[in-house]
């Protein structure tokens, strides 16, 4: 898709159950580790799910490289499914938190019967690569932003305060903690209660046992609770 993420499409061997937003797998990689990923969609005819991986550390190199007849293990969907109700949404995705937002995108029927702008934003061009006609493919408009040569120059947050909030009937941002801070920062007070943000934190069992990926400030589980979160619930750690 780009130089930093990677699109794997893997066939599904066994029962999986229909995923829904923001949902993620817990995915044992042999010889490495199981780490926690977004599903970025999933087809139930032809039994395949797509993951969007940005390397940064042993296992998701391994993953970046990995050969097309590669076993992994899959346990999920993990988490609470929450898709907004509404005809237009605004999507806002920083780097790998793109990965939920192409979920989003085809469980809102987005280029269906819905409207959906995707922002999409990473540091250069080069990592944005042809990610902006995939979101096309899918159904969403989409602006993108880097430093140089995409359809704006600034932040995804540069983009957003532009936006007329009020002609969407939700909002989700999905990326780094800075961005959706800024992001509830830039929201109209009366649109606060109109704001998803999709959080990261570090997942361990993805069962809610051991309370490795609890929301700082709250007695929230983002394995059983989250991903995704109205702005309202985790307030504490927007501001
Ligand atoms: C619910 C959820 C969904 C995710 N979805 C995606 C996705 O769709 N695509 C994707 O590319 N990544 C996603 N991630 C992040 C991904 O799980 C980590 O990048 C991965 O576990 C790193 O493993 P590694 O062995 O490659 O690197 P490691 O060696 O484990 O980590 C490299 C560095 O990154 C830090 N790090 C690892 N995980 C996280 C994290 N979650 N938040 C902040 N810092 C971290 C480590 O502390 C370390 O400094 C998701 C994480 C969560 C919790
Ligand atoms: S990852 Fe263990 S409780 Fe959430």
Redesign the pocket.
Known sequence: MSST?HLIRSKIKGFFPQPRPPQ?IMLWVPG??A????I?GYDDGNKTLD?????????????AAIRKDAYLGIYGPL?KPLVPSGKRFLLLAGG?GI??IAHYITALRCGEENYCKVVFGAWTKEEIGNVDEYIKSIGAEVTTVCDEGCDYRGTVVDVYRGEDKEEYDAIISSGPLAMSREVYKHTPKGKIDRLYIVF????KCGLGLCGS?VIPGTSLL??VD??AFPAKQIEKVMK
């Open positions: 993420l993620f490495y580790e780490i926690p990923m977004s970025a993951i969007i991986v940005k390397p940064i550390g042993p296992t998701t190199r391994y993953l988490g790998s990965a939920p990261e934190t570090h997942v990926c983002l394995c989250g991903p």
